[in-house]
Structures are given as C-alpha cells and as structure tokens.
T-cell receptor, first 114, second 112 residues
Framework: GAGVSQSPRYKVAKRGQDVALRCDPI?????LFWYQQALGQGPEFLTY????????KSGLPSDRFFAERPEGSVSTLKIQRTQQEDSAVYLC????????????FGSGTQLSVL | DQQVKQNSPSLSVQEGRISILNCDYT??????FLWYKKYPAEGPTFLIS?????DKNEDGRFTVFLNKSAKHLSLHIVPSQPGDSAVYFC???????????FGTGTRLQVFP
C-alpha cells in the first residue's frame, strides 16, 4: 500500500504564527513517531504514539509543541507561536508493531519560520 | 551531548570499490543499531540493522560490523554503485526504549 504521507510538503510561517503538520501513517501501523531534523543534523526524537496513546513526549522542545493522534491513525503536530529556531524538517514515521525497529519515514514537512 | 557520532561528514568512493562508513556511540545501554539511507527531499529509508548480541550482519552488498568493546560500528558497501550516493545515518536504541538516537550523517558520493 501507500507509504507514510505528510502534508504540507513545505510550510512558510511568520514568527508568532501557529502551524499544524499532518501525518498519515501506513494503514494498520500501530506506532507513530515524530522527529525533527535541523539543517546538517540527524533526526531528533520528538514524540511517540502507540495507537491513540501518546507514550513518550520527552523530545518536545517546549510547551508550544503539541501532538495528537485521536483515532489511532492520522496524527497532527501543532506548533504554537512559531519561532525562527523551529525551522526544520519534521519527519513522521510509523511501524507495524510497537517499538522502533524498521521505521518507515514520510518525506517530511519543511517548515521555514521568517 | 552527542551519543551517536559520525565523524566523517562526507566520503567519496569510486564505483566498484568498497565504501566504509563509521559510527561511534557513547551509551553502553544501546543494544540495537540501524543504518538509514536518505536521498534529497525524501525521508530516511531503512537499510540494515544489528543487535548487540551479534558482531556482523550481512544483506547483499551491505554488511554492518559491531565492535561493542570499542563502541563502534561500520557499514561496508561492496561493490559501491552510483545509486548508493546519499546521506547515511547511523542510529541506536536502548532496551525498553522507543526512540532512536541518530548521528549527524555521512554524505557518500560514488563516482564512475
């Protein structure tokens, strides 16, 4: 079936604006992860869902970042009052079972905050 | 504090030769290691993995070696092909955790 789908592909926001990034995982995948990748760096963990339960949000950098997966499928990462340091590629990944083996990544949303 | 380090930002190899990408880690609790490959404008794609109970895992042209005492792993690609040109990320996870810790990546260029 289709892979992990993320939208929008690119997002330009003015500083202080709220943004919402969407992730459609592979159908039937239980686990869903969000990672942030700054320019020239590797992906950094933000948060993890197993079905609709958010089991780990230790990587969210501040309380401006919020993620949800209300029906255990589509997930949304929301960033409030965006700042320039939020500029990065936001990657979503899913796996069939719990845990992090063989994550299937989407192409990411590139967020630029001006 | 970088727990997973890829000290070579780039590597250039001739087609047909061996590519060796290196990765060092500091956390002795890591027990599972993975390599991901990333093309521009795409998400990372899983390549190969190894558990800490092994010291080698092979899949076609790709072999990963793990040296636990040195906290070092390497990815060997032989023979290298132009299509292997990409950024390679090393990643690690610890038992009973859900997150992967990634290195900063090595850009591999395979030239004809």
């Amino acid at each position: 079936g289709a892979g992990v789908s993320q939208s929008p592909r690119y997002k330009v926001a003015k500083r202080g604006q709220d943004v919402a990034l969407r992730c459609d995982p592979i159908s039937g995948h239980v686990s869903l992860f969000w990672y942030q990748q700054a320019l020239g760096q590797g992906p950094e963990f933000l948060t993890y869902f197993q079905n609709e339960a958010q089991l780990d949000k230790s990587g969210l950098p501040s309380d401006r970042f919020f993620a949800e997966r209300p029906e255990g499928s589509v997930s949304t990462l929301k960033i409030q009052r965006t700042q320039q340091e939020d500029s990065a590629v936001y990657l979503c990944a899913s796996t069939r079972t719990g845990g992090n083996e063989k994550l299937f990544f989407g192409s990411g949303t590139q967020l630029s905050v001006l | 504090d970088q727990q997973v380090k890829q000290n070579s930002p780039s590597l250039s190899v001739q087609e047909g030769r061996i590519s060796i990408l290196n990765c060092d880690y500091t956390n002795s609790m890591f027990d599972y290691f993975l390599w991901y490959k990333k093309y521009p404008a795409e998400g990372p794609t899983f390549l190969i993995s190894i558990s800490s109970i092994k010291d080698k895992n092979e899949d076609g042209r790709f072999t990963v070696f793990l040296n636990k005492s040195a906290k070092h792993l390497s990815l060997h690609i032989v023979p290298s092909q132009p299509g292997d040109s990409a950024v390679y990320f090393c990643a690690a996870s610890a038992l009973n955790t859900d997150k992967l810790i990634f290195g900063t990546g090595t850009r591999l260029q395979v030239f004809p």
